[in-house]
C-alpha cells in the first residue's frame, strides 16, 4: 500500500505585512508559507561554491519557501524575518551568543516584527534632512538593488582598490527623489557632492527605526540594550 507523506510547512508573517509590494506580487498577501529544513536544506548550507559566491543564504530561502515568489523581490527586513524562521524550522528556538564575553541564550520564537504601516503598494517615504533642510524621499531596498549595488561597488573598486565607496553607493539608490526631482544623474550628484554627513546619518537612522524588521533588541542584566549578533553559528551550531 502507498503511503503519501505529509511534508509540514509553517506560515511566516513578513515585518512589511506585504504592504511595500505592488498588488500583483504575492508577498503583497504579507505571508509565506516555508518548509522545515532537511537534510538537503543542509547540502545547501554547505555548498562551497554558494558560500564562496554570497548566496548560500539566497539558495536556502530558495529551497525551503513554498510560496512562489522572487527572492530578489524581498526587501531586507521580510529576508530577515525568514531567515529566522528557517533557522527555528531548522535547528530549534534556542540561539546561543556571545556579547562582552559572556554567552547569552535568546528564543528566536519570541522576537516580534517592528510595528509598521503605511498605503499598500508603496515603497517611497519622505523626509526632510535635518541640517540642510532639503526634501527626499527614498525606497526600502529590494534583493535586486542589492545585487545592482555589489555589482557597481565591485566595479568601482576595480578602478581604484583603495575605494571605499559602499555608504555613498548605496545611498544613491535608497534616495529616490531630491526636493522633486527624479533623474538619478542628479541624486547621484547630490550624494557626491552636497549630501552633508550630519544628514547622511540622520537619513540612515530614520529608515532603520521605521523600515519593517525583526526586532532584534536584547536587554542584558545590567539594563543595556543590544542587537542580537548574527553569526555564523546561526546556520552553522556545531561551529
Request: no cysteine; proline share 6%.
Given at each position: 500500500m502507498e503511503t503519501?507523506?505529509?511534508?509540514?510547512?509553517?506560515?511566516?508573517?513578513?515585518?512589511?505585512?506585504?504592504?511595500?509590494?505592488?498588488?500583483?506580487?504575492p508577498l503583497s498577501e504579507g505571508k509565506v508559507e516555508m518548509k522545515y529544513m532537511t537534510a538537503r536544506s543542509e547540502d545547501?548550507?554547505?555548498?562551497?561554491?554558494?558560500?564562496e559566491k554570497g548566496i548560500v543564504l539566497d539558495k536556502l530561502l530558495e529551497d525551503l519557501i513554498v510560496t512562489k515568489i522572487n527572492i530578489k523581490d524581498l526587501i531586507v527586513g521580510d529576508k530577515n524575518a525568514l531567515l529566522i524562521a528557517a533557522r527555528v524550522l531548522g535547528y530549534g528556538k534556542e540561539y546561543k551568543f556571545t556579547i562582552k564575553g559572556e554567552e547569552h541564550t535568546v528564543d528566536l520564537s519570541t522576537l516580534e516584527n517592528k510595528e509598521f504601516d503605511t498605503t499598500p503598494g508603496t515603497n517611497e517615504f519622505s523626509f526632510t534632512l535635518p541640517h540642510s533642510?532639503?526634501?527626499?524621499?527614498?525606497k526600502i531596498l529590494t534583493?535586486?538593488?542589492?545585487?545592482?549595488?555589489?555589482?557597481?561597488?565591485?566595479?568601482?573598486?576595480?578602478?581604484?582598490?583603495?575605494a571605499s565607496p559602499?555608504?555613498?553607493?548605496?545611498?544613491?539608490?535608497?534616495?529616490?527623489?531630491?526636493?522633486?526631482?527624479?533623474?538619478?544623474?542628479?541624486?547621484?550628484e547630490f550624494v557626491d557632492n552636497y549630501l552633508l554627513a550630519r544628514d547622511s546619518r540622520a537619513l540612515r537612522e530614520?529608515?532603520?527605526e521605521t523600515q519593517p524588521d525583526v526586532n532584534?533588541?536584547?536587554?542584558?542584566?545590567?539594563?543595556?540594550?543590544?542587537?542580537?549578533?548574527?553569526?555564523?553559528?546561526?546556520?552553522?551550531?556545531?561551529?
Open positions: 503519501t507523506l505529509k511534508f509540514p510547512t509553517e506560515i511566516i508573517d513578513l515585518p512589511s505585512k506585504g504592504l511595500v509590494y505592488p498588488p500583483e506580487n545547501v548550507l554547505t555548498n562551497q561554491s554558494y558560500i533642510g532639503n526634501e527626499i524621499t527614498y534583493g535586486h538593488d542589492e545585487s545592482l549595488i555589489d555589482q557597481e561597488i565591485k566595479g568601482l573598486k576595480k578602478l581604484n582598490k583603495n559602499e555608504l555613498s553607493t548605496r545611498l544613491k539608490y535608497i534616495i529616490t527623489s531630491v526636493g522633486g526631482n527624479r533623474e538619478a544623474k542628479s541624486i547621484r530614520h529608515i532603520k532584534l533588541e536584547y536587554v542584558l542584566e545590567g539594563g543595556e540594550e543590544v542587537t542580537i549578533p548574527i553569526t555564523l553559528a546561526f546556520f552553522w551550531p556545531d561551529l
